[in-house]
């Protein structure tokens, strides 16, 4: 049986119900796929009783452009992550099931270089797919939503790889372009000049099962299945210059209430939320990041993917993630509803067995029966412990070879040279050595903007701060490492890993105490008296560790103390900081504008100036200022360190393999190595710290 279920009836219609008029095709690997579904088999019984099928749904969510297994970082394969292998996963699936249904959920178009360099450098004409897209083409996609990274270029480019007919201001609705070969559906995401949905809600999708009557006779049965889309609405903040006044947001379960009725009443008999976001235990309101939990409880949702978190779900680990009130990851529901997380880049493939009963009119789920579980592209591990992954599926790599060498020779360009080693590796131990140069890239640009434009604000000191945006997370490559020698604009975009724009923000000197404490939370509390080994690192992101690196803000952090009572002896040149200074930071568009858990001001109150560039430009123009990067003026500035204190046990963290070296060559005397492989799975090390020293 073929991937997609064959058309009903007669294979002589797609439907796709829509309230708005936007439209989307299948492309010719799909179209091809369902013309081969309408030959032979059993026959079609829509008069039978009862039967029984199984639906398996198959999620990608948060690919982030890795359409290889390639870092363009590196200029290296890696193994660990790429659409490539995913897809042979998807492949495998389709052999095992007679029925799936294949959907992607979002955070698709932005992530690499790739993808940068399609949307920026050297954009892709209307008539051309993102490789992106194309590679997803071979797969034949069914359906999809957007994440908010979609909106990261703008909405002109957005209408234009998704084939056109955005009815927004500042974008040619009537645009026919290439698009990307699935019905995209997203329920609350409107334009300001309609009011109505951006892009499609939904779509409901008209196709046949093969399924076992009774009797256990092989029949085939129509149905019609509903997908429905959401987003964060954090993309009115993150991406505020594009879309403010264009577009405006509604939550996840609002728009659930209104459109999932309608699937309903337009035959639905079953309905898949593909939901841009995760899990999170805080009390629900309508700009939610992480709905998942109040999404679940709509009436009429049979099954939820999600996204965003980068996370996994369900988690049979000891400690899984994601462990609040109503998420089973043993039964792999979430409040009695199926549901997966494909963790991120195409590391896994997200299946829900959704086990269907027919009662001679139509479909119902038995959640009881149903079934949620991940399926990793890395399989194990060989004879000497090394990581084994499936291959990567032979199709898609030839789809995007030209886009895919034209990236590789647009990330070469040369723009500088460093004398040491840029890594972020022990950046959560105090090496500033691939954060100061983005502090003090940020800075200078603020500053002088400020100096030509905003005179207002003269007076006031200019400050910036950055954290470790790749620290491991994602395992043993996950961290910025830009060897010494040539800087190229990979090496720049390894630096700085989003496409964050710098914003600057005016706050005083308590202010930036509280932000400091905030970050803090990067750490676990450290207990001085416990003699058994303590874990340093908390869930805390890493890229939410924001710092100082200069020598005019010098500040110390004591883990032994509680989460907000840790940032201690913290001055401005040389001095106790004043609570009531004013300063101005450069940062970025993110944190300025959805920092509240760090301070309440970082709601894009407080912000000055929003630039249109990007940090990450920012700091390619910085680095060809400067052409020769060293340590001692560019990757040595220390401004914050432990607290000293003497602890009974040893605390530990986990950092890159055997990269004690990297620690030493940044100063770093109190730190050494107590195994080579930190049992994590992750390829990582575990480290000692000192904190006496």
């Known amino acids: 049986m073929p991937h997609l279920f064959a058309r009903h009836p007669s294979c002589s219609s797609f439907a796709l119900s829509s309230l708005s008029s936007r439209r989307h095709v299948l492309g010719a690997v799909a179209a091809a796929a369902l013309l081969a579904a309408c030959g032979g088999g059993s026959d079609s019984s829509p008069e039978t009783k009862a039967a029984t099928a199984t639906l398996a749904v198959l999620e990608t969510t948060d690919l982030h452009f890795n359409v290889r297994s390639y870092d363009y970082f590196k200029l290296a394969e890696d193994k660990s992550y790429g659409f490539e292998r995913t897809a042979t996963l998807v492949r495998a699936a389709r052999k095992e099931f007679a029925n799936t249904l294949l959907v992607d959920n979002g955070d698709t178009i932005q992530g690499t270089a790739l993808a940068d360099y399609e949307a920026v450098v050297k954009t892709i004409p209307c008539t051309q797919q993102l490789s992106m897209y194309k590679a997803m083409g071979a797969l034949g996609f069914d359906a999809g939503t957007l994440g908010n990274h979609e909106f990261n270029y703008g909405l002109p480019f957005l209408n234009q790889v998704l084939g056109g007919g955005l009815d927004v201001e500042g974008v040619d609705a009537k645009q026919k372009c290439a698009g990307n070969s699935y019905p995209v559906a997203l329920a609350n995401v409107y334009s300001s000049k309609t009011k109505k949905p951006l892009v499609q809600p939904y779509a409901l999708l008209e196709r046949t099962v093969a399924a076992k009557d009774a009797d256990g006779k092989d029949v085939k049965l129509p149905i019609k299945i509903g997908v429905i889309g959401f987003t964060t609405p954090g993309i009115m903040n993150w991406d505020k210059r594009y879309l403010e006044g264009k577009v405006y947001t509604q939550g996840a379960v609002e728009a659930a209430r209104q459109y999932v009725p309608e699937l309903k009443a337009k035959g639905a008999d079953i309905v898949v939320a593909m939901l841009h976001g995760g899990l999170d235990g805080a009390a629900y309101s309508e700009s939610m990041e992480n709905p998942g939990l ?400």
Request: no cysteine; glycine share 8%.
């Open 294 to 693: 109040y999404l679940s409880k709509v009436a009429g949702i049979d099954a939820m993917v999600m996204g965003h978190q980068h996370g996994v779900f369900p988690d049979l680990s000891a400690t899984p993630a994601f462990s609040q009130s109503g998420a089973d990851n043993k039964a792999g529901t979430v409040n009695g509803v199926p549901a997966v997380m494909a963790s991120s880049w195409g590391k896994a493939l997200g299946v829900i067995q959704l086990s269907l009963k027919w009662d001679g009119k139509a479909w119902s789920v038995d959640k009881t029966k149903s079934k949620s579980e991940l399926r990793n592209i890395q399989t194990g591990k060989d004879a000497a412990g090394k990581a084994v992954y499936v291959e990567a599926d032979a199709s898609v790599a030839p789809l995007i070879e030209t886009q895919h060498q034209a990236a590789i020779t647009y990330v070469k360009t040369p723009i500088g040279s460093t004398d040491f080693r840029m890594s972020t590796q022990f950046a959560d131990v105090g090496d500033p050595g691939a954060i100061q140069i983005v502090n003090q890239a940020q800075r200078d640009y603020v500053a002088a903007y400020i100096e030509a434009n905003l005179p207002q604000y003269k007076g006031l000191p200019v400050l910036s701060v950055s954290a470790p945006f790749k620290s491991g997370f994602q395992g043993a490559a996950d961290y910025t490492d830009v060897a010494s020698g040539a800087l190229s604009i990979s090496s720049a975009a390894d630096l700085y890993l989003y496409p964050n724009t710098v914003y600057a923000v005016k706050v005083n000197g308590a202010d930036v105490k509280d932000w400091l404490e905030a970050a803090s939370k990067r750490f676990n509390q450290i207990d001085p008296a416990k003699t058994g080994e303590q874990q340093l690192i908390s869930s805390f992101p890493g890229y939410n560790f924001d710092m100082f690196t200069t020598p005019d803000v010098q500040y110390e952090i004591d883990v032994t103390q509680a989460a907000g009572s840790r940032i201690k002896n913290l001055t401005y040149l040389g001095k106790p900081i004043d609570a009531a200074q004013e300063f101005v930071i450069a940062t970025n568009n993110y944190r300025a504008t959805s920092g509240k858990s760090f301070i309440s001001k970082l709601d894009g109150s407080s912000t000055i100036w929003a630039s249109p560039d990007a940090n990450r430009d920012v700091v390619i123009d910085y680095v060809k200022k400067h052409a020769n990067i060293t340590r001692v003026a560019h990757g040595s500035a220390r401004s914050w360190r432990f607290a000293k204190v003497r602890i009974a046990g040893d605390v530990v963290f986990s950092s890159g393999p055997n990269a004690i070296g990297v620690a030493q060559a940044a100063g770093l005397s109190n730190i050494s190595l107590v195994a080579a492989d930190d049992g994590s799975g992750k390829g990582t090390s575990k480290y000692r710290v000192n904190l006496a020293d």
